[in-house]
């Protein structure tokens, strides 16, 4: 250790340290809610301890971010990374290339006109170790995530060499202006905001000591006969408000999205002020995902999205980036599947589940439909109406869960280099999850007495990526697939990260 070359980032990265902890602030912020609610209501009538509450955070977050990049310390070596960390609790990590599954470079806009830029690294490690190396050239770390995500051994190379001309990429993907705003429709995330907001503007009234009075002063012609029109400037504008500017986050986010495939390395560049560049090679591929929600339908398009490891995540660390495209239109996503190694979803035999695995939400829905009815005769008052309410819930419910066991389903397919076990679900959306056989780690079945009497099992997979539970298979059958498949996959010698 003694004899690398330890190097402390620039000064400017204060800024990085500093926006992290904001990041981390507006990440954690549905889980630190209650807390501000609470402090929220306890100065609502003492405003000044909110700016002293504000304002020392502030302060606290300076300080620390100074701190840290004092502390801050990285070394690179011929086959790792090295970095220390830490003011009062010192962190060595060190993290071996081999190890790496997703080399990221982000240039924020506090950076990029100081042509400088964040290297972004995700092991492969039980922990979820990340690595990140704010401050670097653009030369510089472009140079290092090549470096890193290279498979084949290279001869010893200078540190900070420039990066040799890349070759003309096989495929290449730009997205226009149309189908990011697509994106947009089909995540609008900023519903969630709105859900979130709803409670402390109640508690602070907003409606009566803001919106009422400005409504009594500007709209003189309210009358009983325009009350659409304050329902529509109350609800639908707001709503339609965040929904466009869900749409306006997105163009930010995906500015000039291009997606690029050179070989087995796969890549997406985007961003209008902080640019990100994700990648992968296929060799560490382990699950394809592709989801399509109710927008997405209606638009005709889709999300894919691409995992590698998924370790468990220390407190207070942020999952690894997965490598997605928010929109993909039916052309593109053929030829993704082609260059995935994923076989048409037309062409593939898709099995569906027992008619058995209807018995347990069904036997449920039975249950709660008696407690529906006294509910609804007892704390609702219904009534003569009670029985309609708890047969119509009764009826929601049992088509929800026959049309969730309909569109399940499952299968076990190949093309000529890969072979694929894949989920289809979904009741009003839809997804897909397709995982390399050769890559599942456990294959497990269980059977309760219920499933004993009957003679079925269930069939758990475990992956790197998550798992996935096949029901009521036949024992015979579901004892036969673990037995053929651990056996394919103990004699498999193909790369597995």
């Excluded at 004899?3 to 992290?20: G, I, N, S, V, Y």
């Excluded at 390395?265 to 989801?291: D, E, M, N």
């Excluded at 059977?447 to 009497?453: D, F, S, T, Y």
Aim: charge should be positive; avoid cysteine; glycine fraction near 4%.
């Amino acid at each position: 250790m003694s004899e690398l070359a330890w190097q402390r980032t620039p000064l400017l990265t204060m800024a990085f340290f500093f926006f992290r902890q904001i990041k981390q602030l507006v990440t954690n912020l549905s889980n630190l809610l209650p807390a501000f609610l609470g402090i929220f209501v306890a100065v609502k009538n003492n405003i000044w301890l909110l700016y002293i509450f504000i304002g020392g955070y502030v302060v606290f977050i300076l300080i620390n971010a100074i701190l840290q990049q004092r502390f801050y310390w990285y070394a690179i070596a011929d086959d790792a990374v090295h970095v220390k960390t830490g003011v009062l609790n010192r962190q060595h990590l060190t993290l071996k290339y081999e190890r790496i599954q997703q080399a990221e470079i982000h240039q924020t806009w506090y950076f990029r006109p100081f042509g400088l830029t964040l290297l972004n690294v995700d092991s492969a490690g039980s922990a979820g170790k990340e690595v990140m190396i704010p401050g670097l050239s653009l030369e510089r770390a472009h140079y290092l995530r090549q470096q890193m995500l290279e498979t084949q051994t290279q001869a010893p190379q200078t540190a900070g060499a420039p990066t040799t001309p890349a070759e003309e990429p096989g495929f290449r993907q730009h997205f226009s202006t149309a189908e990011i705003i697509r994106a947009g429709i089909i995540d609008n995330k900023l519903f969630v905001l709105l859900a979130l907001l709803l409670y402390p503007a109640g508690q602070f009234d907003v409606f009566d000591n803001y919106i009422e009075p400005w409504l009594d002063q500007h709209l003189s012609w309210f009358s009983q006969d325009t009350a659409w029109l304050l329902v529509v400037l109350i609800f639908v504008v707001p709503i339609l408000v965040l929904f466009i500017l869900a749409i306006v986050v997105s163009l930010v986010l995906f500015h000039d999205l291009t997606v690029t495939i050179e070989g087995d390395r796969f890549q997406a560049r985007s961003g209008a002020f902080t640019i990100r560049t994700l990648s992968f090679r296929y060799p560490k591929l382990q699950a394809v995902r592709i989801r399509r929600n109710l927008r997405a339908r209606l638009l005709n398009r889709s999300v894919l999205k691409v995992s590698q490891l998924q370790p468990r995540q220390s407190a207070g660390q942020p999952s690894a980036q997965q490598f997605m495209l928010p929109v993909v239109a039916p052309a593109l996503l053929a030829t993704l599947r082609e260059y995935l190694r994923l076989p048409n979803a037309t062409d593939v035999h898709w099995q569906r589940l027992s008619t058995l695995a209807l018995l347990k939400p069904s036997l449920w829905v039975a249950l709660l439909t008696p407690g529906a009815l006294a509910f609804a005769y007892f704390a609702l008052e219904l009534e003569q109406y009670s029985f309609i309410f708890a047969g119509g819930l009764w009826l929601v419910l049992q088509v929800y869960f026959t049309l969730r066991w309909y569109n399940y389903r499952y299968t076990f397919a190949s093309t000529s280099r890969e072979q694929w076990f894949a989920v289809r679900r979904g009741v009003i959306g839809r997804s897909e999850n397709w995982y390399p056989r050769h890559k599942i780690q456990q294959i497990d079945v269980v059977q309760g007495p219920w499933l004993r009497m009957l003679g079925f099992h269930h069939l758990i997979l475990h992956t790197a990526a998550g798992s996935e539970t096949i029901k009521y298979l036949p024992s015979e059958k579901a004892l036969e697939l673990q037995r053929d498949w651990t056996h394919a996959i103990a004699s498999s010698h193909r790369r597995w990260m």
